[in-house]
């Protein structure tokens, strides 16, 4: 019996490694050594720097604040982004092609703009709904709900663009068969669709998470920036960086590396936990 042809070692050559070279100097420039400075800056002097900052009651305060928008946030994004994802790839209708369009725009708008938006709409003073819903009791500017407004536009495309590109690919074959054997659509989607769209689930609300945890500009414009109240993490980092104390300047070290720490931790789980097959 004949041996099977071994497969073909593709040489490299020295533009290979200069390419490489590049792209490892662009990504050490431009994200590892910003990013290592801040940990210096914050263990600079061991625990002492992180321990004085989380027994400050307004950094706890904004970080809690933080971490209830960031999850209220990915739980919308989680709901819409697989029904605007569905909506998109299942069905053929007028108009698609926009929606389509429609979801990448908070990639392309500057966060600052999306803030401002949002004030001339549900502002409490002159925007369009928000002095009647403030005379029923609705405050959403320069409060916790316009944070979770903002903080949601920002991630919104996050999720849709992991799982639009996995329901592509996997076809309608299966949910197809499932429907001919009497399964309706909650059961085609649990049984069928959600099992084959799993990781790329995970993967959207993991980077809508990181990017909730961090959003910044749109947060800015629309929080109020009230310590202890309204203050988001990000906002508690400029806050206490335009102090210019030392000890505030620490805080602030502090409370940006513990956002970068999450974010990091968080995509290198998924990465981790993701089959290979996942990632071809």
């Not at 998109?88 to 429609?102: C, D, N, Q, T």
């Not at 049984?191 to 500009?217: K, N």
């Not at 210019?244 to 970068?260: M, Q, T, V």
């Amino acid at each position: 019996m004949a041996d099977a042809p071994r497969p073909k070692v593709r040489r490299r050559g020295p533009l290979t490694y200069i390419f490489r070279a590049i792209v490892i100097g662009y990504l050490f420039l431009l994200v590892a050594w910003p990013v290592s400075l801040v940990a210096k800056q914050t263990f600079a002097d061991g625990l002492g720097t992180l321990s004085s900052a989380f027994g400050d009651e307004e950094v706890t305060a904004a970080l809690g604040l933080t971490v209830r928008v960031a999850l209220v946030s990915v739980l919308i994004n989680l709901v819409f982004g697989l029904g605007i994802s569905i909506l998109l790839v299942r069905h053929r209708f007028p108009g698609r092609r926009l929606l389509s369009a429609l979801v990448d725009v908070p990639l392309s708008v500057s966060p600052v703009v999306v803030g401002l938006s949002l004030v001339l709409v549900y502002g409490g003073r002159d925007g369009w709904f928000g002095p009647a819903l403030e005379d029923a009791g609705f405050q959403i500017i320069f409060a916790t709900p316009g944070i979770i407004m903002a903080t949601t536009f920002v991630a919104l495309p996050l999720v849709i663009r992991e799982v639009v590109p996995v329901l592509e690919e996997i076809g309608i074959d299966q949910e197809q068969a499932a429907r001919s054997l009497g399964a309706n659509a909650v059961q085609t989607f649990r049984r069928i669709t959600l099992p084959a769209i799993r990781w790329a689930v995970v993967y959207g609300v993991v980077l809508s998470l990181a990017r909730s945890l961090g959003e910044f500009g749109a947060v800015k414009v629309v929080a109020g920036n009230v310590g202890g109240k309204t203050r988001t993490a990000t906002l508690a980092v400029e806050h206490e960086y335009q102090q210019f104390g030392a000890e505030n300047l620490a805080s602030a070290y502090a409370i940006a590396f513990l956002l970068a720490a999450v974010a990091v931790v968080c995509i290198a789980v998924v990465s981790f936990l993701r089959p290979e097959s996942e990632e071809r």
